[in-house]
């Protein structure tokens, strides 16, 4: 068994749970990640994939991108014209009529 810390470089493309935890949580840690992981499988974290025996490494990274909001679709700035909005007021957008403010 893996004793020493991982780095997600170091895994295989489907990751066993022991070598998933030690990279995700530390070899100090890794005996917590049994108790953890179906809470993570209820937010959609990748299953276990029973061919591969192991986790898909790229979609655990991506779960976890998207938990914290580092994914480049929520990350970046939607398209379109900055509009300033003065603190306090409630204005609305002529062609949208959509309504904005603090």
């Known amino acids: 068994m893996t004793t020493r810390r991982l780095t997600f470089a170091?895994?295989?493309?489907?990751?066993?749970?022991?070598?998933?935890?030690?990279?995700?949580?530390?070899?100090?840690?890794a005996g917590e990640w049994k108790a953890i992981v179906p809470l993570y499988e209820a937010r959609g974290f990748p299953k276990i994939d029973p061919m591969m025996r192991g986790r898909y490494t790229r979609a655990v990274l991506a779960f976890f991108d998207h938990e914290y909001r580092l994914s480049g679709a929520i990350a970046a700035a939607p398209p379109g014209v900055e509009r300033p909005i003065k603190w306090g007021r409630l204005i609305r957008l002529p062609h949208t009529g959509a309504r904005y403010g603090h």
């Open 10 to 29: 170091e895994l295989p493309l489907f990751a066993g749970e022991h070598e998933l935890a030690v990279a995700l949580v530390g070899p100090e840690r």
